[in-house]
């Protein structure tokens, strides 16, 4: 239209087929000099006026991050600094939506200073093309974020780490403002890996499966993802945990391993309607990745404890001591805090196990360490350190309030019941409390703790000795009066 007279273009303001010919076919011809104005169809959907160009104007209709080019745009071809250009932009509509229009803009028929006569702009649909460029996108993002998450997950088979990494990059496609992890235990939900909830208020939370009909229960049972955007009104059984912000909106991710369901991604969000299909195309593309990654993590996770733990008391080993013992030993040493350690030995073990034999032997171990566990802090570390010894590591801890925990489990030991006729042999233990320094080891401290022992039952047996430079011996009877303050 660059090269169409003036005169014809006049002739489209009075002549009533040519204005009709020029709006249908997206149109729309601004006449300066006279403030007349011919818009296309799509231009007055779109909300424009006369105004926008007379007046440099924005619509009010467009999204306000288009404004400023607009208003540059018409700005630029008013003062004759270019007579042609164009841009996208994008319109709210009433009836609700977005509706994209690629406009060109045409100066024609400079007047006096280069001012154009008329502004000529065609608009072009370009919704359809918008939203599939826009899926296009969210496809290719999906697909990054995939092999982030797929890269991330598999670094490590650490199942702490790995529920953390699944939480922190399943945030990048779908977004929440909570989260739990639960894994399915029989007919329980239990979470083991929340976001946005305090620890303590969903740390064991349980959630049963059974005999009821929830978003939860029936996304365990069908083993597809399931949205409810109304938990007030069709999730009755939602447990809202905490004061803040009410969950509108729920979406659970169920875990499926060979088939089976094994736990559940429940996604909170605290607006209304929040979860759509996109969501949950993405929920179902992740959903198999996560699950083989949480299973790998748990089983890994098993065997690890497995090799950490006696088997036949249940509690740890000498492996899980140079293991967890040695962090426990490096925390204690970051907190300049002070460890105690308890070396505990069973009296004349050799002659249990000679006059009733070592299935009756290994009941008592058994007991004896079920004992032992029961008296102390969870914050505490008992493992089997071998044969008939067992060793207690007991952070911050004093010398004296070691001496207490040890006085209270030589005194309750041997109360304890056997097989309804025979209570346990009594025990004898070594106790050694100090903070460790930076050059310190953990086996020197149990080697002190080992050493009292040694004192212990050359002093007779059935009593408790604490490590000391010097030869020197004393009973514990004075400190049973405190063992109440552990």
Known sequence: MRDVPIPIVEALFTDSVSRSLLTLNGFSAFDLEGRQAILSERCEEAGMTQ??????????????????????????????????????????????????????FQALGQVEGGVPHFIVIHDEDITRLQNTQEEVRERLMEIDSLKDLLFAINKSLDFDETISRIIEHLHRVIPFDRATVQLLEGTVLTVIGSYGYPSTLVKDLKFSVRGVD????????????????????????????????????WL??????????????????????FYNDRHVRIASNLAEHISIAVEHARQHSMIKEEARTDKLTGIANRYGLE??????????????????????????????????????????????????QQSLRTKDYLVRYGGEEFLVLLPETTTREALVVAERLRERIPSLDVDGRSTCPTISIGVFSGVPGAQDLLHEFIHR???????????????????????????????AADSKDR
Request: aromatic fraction near 8%; charged fraction near 30%; include cysteine.
């Open 449 to 479: 703790a080992d050493l009292a022992l040694y004192d212990a039952k050359q002093a007779g047996r059935n009593r408790c000795r604490v490590w000391s430079p010097k030869p020197e011996f004393y009973e514990t009877k004075e400190v």
């Open 252 to 273: 659970g991710i169920p875990l499926v391993y060979e088939g089976r369901a094994i736990g559940l991604f429940a996604l909170d969000s605290f607006k209304p309607d």
């Open 323 to 372: 293991t967890t013992g040695q962090e426990l030993f490096l925390r204690t040493s970051k907190a300049d805090q002070p460890l105690g350690v308890l070396m505990l030995d069973i009296d004349l073990f050799k002659k249990v196990n000679d006059s009733k034999g070592h299935g009756y032997g290994d009941l008592v171990l058994k007991i004896i360490a079920s004992g032992i």
């Open 51 to 104: 105004d926008c160009v007379f007046d440099i104007k924005a619509p009010a209709s467009m999204h306000e991050a288009d404004k400023a080019s607009f208003i540059s745009i018409v700005s630029k071809l008013k003062k004759g600094e270019t007579d042609r250009t164009d841009g996208s932009f994008r319109f709210l509509l009433e009836k609700g939506g977005v509706l994209w229009l690629d406009l060109s």
């Open 214 to 249: 929830n978003p939860s229960s029936r996304a365990v049972a069908t083993r597809r993802p399931i949205v409810c955007n109304d938990v007030v009104k069709d999730f009755k059984g939602f447990v809202q945990v905490g004061e803040r912000s009410a969950v509108q909106s």
